[in-house]
Each structure stands twice: as C-alpha cells, then as structure tokens.
C-alpha cells in the first residue's frame, strides 16, 4: 500500500513562474488537505476537500489554488510563484473530519524553493 | 510545547528516562486531540489520540493526558529511546468538522 504519494519531492522555481503538486492517496478517503510547513512552525493548512468536486479554503489560501477531480487526487496550484511560498509541502488524506477516524495520513513532503 | 516563533522548543533527555511533551490548544469547541511524530524529512505519522470525553489514553509506551480546564495536552514516552527522537505535534480537531489545527511542535533529543 503507497499510501498517499506527492510529486514532485523538490522543485526549484523562479519568481513568477506556475507550477502544480499532484498528491494520490490509495485509502479511499474522502477527505484531503493540503499542508505547508515552514522552518520552527507547525503545519499550516492552506486548503482542503471533503470529497470529489469540493475544495474550500483553510488557514493560508492566499497564491494558491485546488482541485479534486478524482477522489484520489488533489492538486496544489501556484499561478504565480512568490519567495514567500518557499516551504515545504505536505498532503495528507483522513476517513473522517475528527473522530473516530479523523487521523491525518500524510505523504513524504514536497520541498519548494521560489527564487 | 507552545510557539515561541521561529524556535522550537527542545526537550533533551536521556535514553531510558521518561519524556514529557507539553502543548496548549486553543479552541475550546475541539473535542478531539492527536499527537503526530515527524521524523526529519518526512512527513508526520500519527502516535495516539484522545477524545475530549477522556482525560488519560495509553498505548505502546505513550500516554496522553488531556486537562480541558486549562486546555492542556501532554504526551508521556515511557523508557524514552534514540528512536524517539522526533518533532512531535499536537493536533487539534471538531469532530464534524473539517479543519486539524496543528500546534507549533517540540523537538525531542534523546541521549544515548
């Protein structure tokens, strides 16, 4: 079982410059988010979904967008790299939205540098 | 375990001791708490969770207490081991709801 799975790992782009994370996860959740992790900090959330054709906002929505045309996939979008949203980015996948079956299952991380 | 900006806070202790991992949660409505290990590069995995109807879960070597007066959280690691030595998070949740807060985390050290 892969679990959930973020690609790329590490990517490094220039200011101004698009790119999109592609998360999978095999566990049948129905619920995605998307994390991001910077040096010190917890895991801010940015957005999240609670299932196939939803997306809403969390914590830090502001530069980047979502989408979740598959139940096992949720894309991070960034039209428009800043130095700002140099971080480390982590999905993760839950059954449920707290509990019994609300833990967070997370992928390895995709590391993002904006130059 | 609580923020202190862009450092963060450390527990350094030696293997075989016990270890005590304090955080403060915020929100008084969250009524289910988990504890997140993250080891460095990857991503955090769950250790143990705690409903707001419990004050004390243990598992395999950990504990959780839960002080809802004082919205406390701690997490206990019995015979603290190398292997220990982590992140460790504390979460917090509305069951129903959609959003896990996470708190700022406390870097473990243990000492072989």
């Known amino acids: 079982n892969a679990g959930v799975t973020q690609t790329p790992k590490f990517r490094v782009l220039k200011t101004g410059q698009s790119m999109t994370l592609l998360c999978a996860q095999d566990?049948?959740?129905?619920?995605m988010y998307w994390y991001r992790q910077d040096p010190g900090m917890g895991l801010r959330l940015i957005h999240y979904s609670v299932g196939e054709g939803t997306t809403a906002k969390g914590e830090v929505p502001d530069g980047y967008n979502v989408s979740r045309l598959k139940k096992q996939n949720f894309l991070l979008g960034l039209e428009s790299a800043a130095p700002s949203q140099t971080s480390v980015y982590f999905c993760?996948?839950?059954?449920?939205?707290?509990?019994?079956?609300?833990?967070?299952?997370f992928g390895e991380g995709s590391r993002l540098t904006v130059l | 375990g609580e923020s202190v900006g862009l450092h963060l806070p450390t527990l350094s202790v030696q293997e075989g001791d016990n270890s005590i991992i304090n955080c403060a949660y915020s929100?008084?409505?969250?009524?289910?708490f988990i504890w997140y290990k993250q080891e460095s590069g990857k991503g955090p995995q769950f250790i143990i969770d705690i409903r707001s109807n419990m004050d004390k879960r243990q598992g395999q070597r950990v504990t959780v207490l839960l002080n809802k007066t004082v919205k406390h959280l701690s997490l206990q690691i019995a015979a603290t081991q190398p292997g220990d030595s982590a992140v460790y998070f504390c979460a917090e949740t509305v069951t129903g709801g959609f959003k896990t807060i996470f708190g700022a985390g406390t870097r473990l050290f243990v000492k072989a």
């Open positions: 566990m049948n959740h129905e619920y």
């Open positions: 929100n008084s409505a969250s009524d289910y």
């Open positions: 993760a996948s839950s059954y449920s939205g707290g509990a019994p079956f609300g833990e967070l299952f």
